[in-house]
C-alpha cells in the first residue's frame, strides 16, 4: 500500500472508532431520541456520514452501483431541518451500523484501486478521501456536543487535560502583508482557497481565550445587564433568549457550577470560557476596552512568521499537531487551563488558538477573492453572505484532520451549544 493510501486508510478507520465510540456508548433509544431540536438524532449522523461517504466514494470516484439509493433524500441536510429529523423513516440502529459497515468495504476496495496521478481534481491528493475524513470528523464533533445536550447517565470519559502555565496577557502583531488561506494544503476545502495576500494593521491579540474567571468578572460587574457593552441587536436577543451566563452554567449558593456531560462541577477558573454566542463575546469585549479580532487578525496571529516573513500550517510551524501542541481529537472533555500547551504557541507567544474553543471572529463568512465552489455549491457557496460569524481554531472536539491555521468555521451569532469561546483584540 502506498504511504497516501495508508495514510487515507488510517484516517478513515480513526474517524470510524471515533464515531463507533460515541453511538456504541449509548443505548438504542438515546440514539433515535432528539436530544435537542437543534441537534439531529445521533443515529441520523450516523446513517448520514455513511451516506456521504457512498456518494462521493463508491459512486463518483469509484463508479460502484449505489448501495442504497432508496434513502438519499432522508440524509440529505438540505432537503430536512434537524427538528424535523425524528419523524423521518430512518434507519434503525442496527440498520445503520450495517450500511455503514457496507459503504466502508466497498469505500476501501475504491481506495485500493483509484489512481491518484489520473488528472482528476477530485482524488489528486486524495482529496475526496480527506473530505469524507472530515466529514466524518465534524459530525463526530456535532455528535459530541450532543451528548453535551443530553440528559441521564454520564456515559464518557476521559482524562483531564494538562495544567495550565504563565503567559503575557496580550502580543502585538505587527502591521504588515501577510499570505491568507492556502494553494498547497491537499485536503483543504473550498472556503479556505485561494492563498491571497492581505494586509493587516498593528494589533494586539489576548495571549489566550478570555477564562471562565475573567468571563465571572464581566458577569461580576453586571455585563449580562447593562445595554452599555451590547450591540442593539445583541442586547435584543439576550432580552429574548434571557442570557444570564454561559449555556450549562448553574448558579449555587456557593457560586457558580457547570454541566459537563453529565457531570456538574464547579467552574474552574483557568479554562477558556465555552458555550457563549457571539452576542456574549462581544459583549465582553467591549465591556473589557477590547474588540473581537477579525478574521485576517486571527489568521495573521496564527500563521505569520514575523522571521521569514511567509505563513505557517500552524502557529508552531508546519508538522500536524502533536499531544504538546493542542487540545484536539476529544481526548479531553474539556478545555485546558490557559497556558497549557506552550509547544502550540506562535513565535510571537499567542497560545491555544488551535484546539480548546472555538473562537468567534468579527468577520461574516465571505468568498475569499477568486474562489470557486469545489466540488459542490452546498458545502460553502450558499452560504456566504448570510448571517453568519466565522469561528477559527478548532476546540477540543475537533479532530486534527478537520482544524489547521487555515480552516474556517461559521455559525449563526446566537449559537451556544457547539464548543465556542473567544478572544479578544484591540488597535494598537
Given at each position: 500500500?502506498?504511504?497516501?493510501?495508508?495514510?487515507?486508510?488510517?484516517?478513515?478507520?480513526?474517524?470510524?472508532?471515533?464515531?463507533?465510540?460515541?453511538?456504541?456508548?449509548?443505548?438504542?433509544?438515546?440514539?433515535?431520541?432528539?436530544?435537542?431540536?437543534?441537534?439531529?438524532?445521533?443515529?441520523?449522523?450516523?446513517?448520514?456520514?455513511?451516506?456521504?461517504?457512498?456518494?462521493?466514494?463508491?459512486?463518483?470516484?469509484?463508479?460502484?452501483d449505489p448501495v442504497r439509493h432508496d434513502i438519499d433524500e432522508l440524509y440529505d441536510a438540505f432537503k430536512h431541518a434537524r427538528s424535523d429529523r425524528p419523524a423521518l423513516p430512518l434507519l434503525s440502529p442496527a440498520e445503520a451500523r450495517a450500511y455503514t459497515a457496507r459503504v466502508r468495504d466497498k469505500a476501501l476496495d475504491v481506495l485500493d484501486r483509484v489512481r491518484f496521478d489520473q488528472g482528476r481534481r477530485l482524488v489528486d491528493g486524495g482529496?475526496?478521501?480527506?473530505?469524507?475524513?472530515?466529514?466524518?470528523?465534524?459530525?463526530?464533533?456535532?455528535?459530541?456536543?450532543?451528548?453535551?445536550?443530553?440528559?441521564?447517565?454520564?456515559?464518557?470519559?476521559?482524562?483531564?487535560?494538562?495544567?495550565g502555565g504563565e503567559t503575557a496577557a496580550e502580543v502585538l502583531i505587527d502591521a504588515g502583508r501577510f499570505t491568507m488561506g492556502t494553494d498547497t494544503e491537499p485536503w483543504a476545502l473550498d472556503n479556505e482557497r485561494p492563498a491571497h495576500p492581505v494586509d493587516v494593521g498593528a494589533f494586539w491579540i489576548d495571549a489566550t481565550p478570555v477564562t471562565n474567571g475573567a468571563y465571572l468578572a464581566f458577569m461580576d460587574a453586571g455585563g449580562y445587564d447593562?445595554?452599555?457593552?451590547?450591540?442593539?441587536?445583541?442586547?435584543?436577543?439576550?432580552?429574548?433568549?434571557?442570557?444570564?451566563?454561559?449555556?450549562?452554567?448553574?448558579?449555587?449558593?456557593?457560586?457558580?457550577?457547570?454541566?459537563?456531560?453529565?457531570?456538574?462541577?464547579?467552574?474552574?477558573?483557568?479554562?477558556?470560557?465555552?458555550?457563549?454566542?457571539?452576542?456574549?463575546?462581544?459583549?465582553?469585549?467591549?465591556?473589557?476596552?477590547?474588540?473581537?479580532?477579525?478574521?485576517?487578525?486571527?489568521?495573521?496571529?496564527?500563521?505569520?512568521?514575523?522571521?521569514?516573513?511567509?505563513?505557517?500550517?500552524?502557529?508552531?510551524?508546519?508538522?500536524?499537531?502533536?499531544?504538546?501542541?493542542?487540545?484536539?481529537?476529544?481526548?479531553?472533555?474539556?478545555?485546558?487551563?490557559?497556558?497549557?500547551?506552550?509547544?502550540?504557541?506562535?513565535?510571537?507567544?499567542?497560545?491555544?488558538?488551535?484546539?480548546?474553543?472555538?473562537?468567534?471572529?468579527?468577520?461574516?463568512?465571505?468568498?475569499?477573492?477568486?474562489?470557486?465552489?469545489?466540488?459542490?455549491?452546498?458545502?460553502?457557496?450558499?452560504?456566504?453572505?448570510?448571517?453568519?460569524?466565522?469561528?477559527?481554531?478548532?476546540?477540543?472536539?475537533?479532530?486534527?484532520?478537520?482544524?489547521?491555521?487555515?480552516?474556517?468555521?461559521?455559525?449563526?451569532?446566537?449559537?451556544?451549544?457547539?464548543?465556542?469561546?473567544?478572544?479578544?483584540?484591540?488597535?494598537?
Open positions: 500500500m502506498s504511504d497516501l493510501r495508508l495514510v487515507i486508510a488510517t484516517e478513515l478507520e480513526r474517524a470510524r472508532a471515533r464515531t463507533a465510540l460515541l453511538t456504541d456508548a449509548v443505548d438504542d433509544d438515546d440514539l433515535t431520541r432528539q436530544h435537542s431540536p437543534l441537534m439531529s438524532p445521533l443515529v441520523w449522523d450516523l446513517a448520514h456520514v455513511g451516506n456521504q461517504e457512498e456518494l462521493w466514494l463508491v459512486r463518483d470516484v469509484g463508479g460502484r482529496f475526496a478521501f480527506g473530505m469524507i475524513v472530515q466529514h466524518e470528523q465534524q459530525h463526530d464533533e456535532t455528535m459530541l456536543a450532543t451528548h453535551q445536550l443530553r440528559g441521564g447517565t454520564p456515559v464518557l470519559t476521559a482524562p483531564a487535560p494538562p495544567a447593562d445595554p452599555r457593552w451590547w450591540s442593539e441587536r445583541g442586547w435584543r436577543y439576550r432580552q429574548k433568549a434571557d442570557l444570564t451566563a454561559p449555556l450549562h452554567w448553574i448558579r449555587d449558593a456557593g457560586g457558580w457550577l457547570r454541566s459537563r456531560f453529565g457531570h456538574v462541577e464547579p467552574v474552574r477558573a483557568d479554562e477558556p470560557v465555552v458555550h457563549v454566542c457571539f452576542f456574549e463575546a462581544e459583549a465582553y469585549a467591549a465591556w473589557a476596552g477590547k474588540r473581537l479580532p477579525t478574521e485576517a487578525e486571527w489568521e495573521k496571529a496564527a500563521r505569520w512568521d514575523p522571521a521569514t516573513g511567509r505563513s505557517r500550517r500552524y502557529p508552531w510551524g508546519d508538522d500536524p499537531p502533536g499531544l504538546r501542541h493542542a487540545n484536539l481529537g476529544q481526548r479531553h472533555l474539556s478545555p485546558a487551563p490557559a497556558g497549557a500547551y506552550p509547544d502550540g504557541a506562535s513565535p510571537q507567544g499567542v497560545h491555544q488558538l488551535i484546539g480548546d474553543v472555538w473562537e468567534w471572529t468579527s468577520s461574516g463568512f465571505h468568498a475569499y477573492p477568486g474562489f470557486s465552489a469545489f466540488p459542490y455549491r452546498e458545502y460553502s457557496e450558499v452560504f456566504f453572505g448570510g448571517d453568519y460569524r466565522v469561528l477559527r481554531g478548532g476546540s477540543f472536539g475537533t479532530d486534527a484532520a478537520a482544524c489547521r491555521g487555515t480552516f474556517r468555521n461559521w455559525d449563526h451569532p446566537i449559537r451556544r451549544q457547539i464548543f465556542s469561546g473567544f478572544r479578544c483584540a484591540r488597535d494598537a
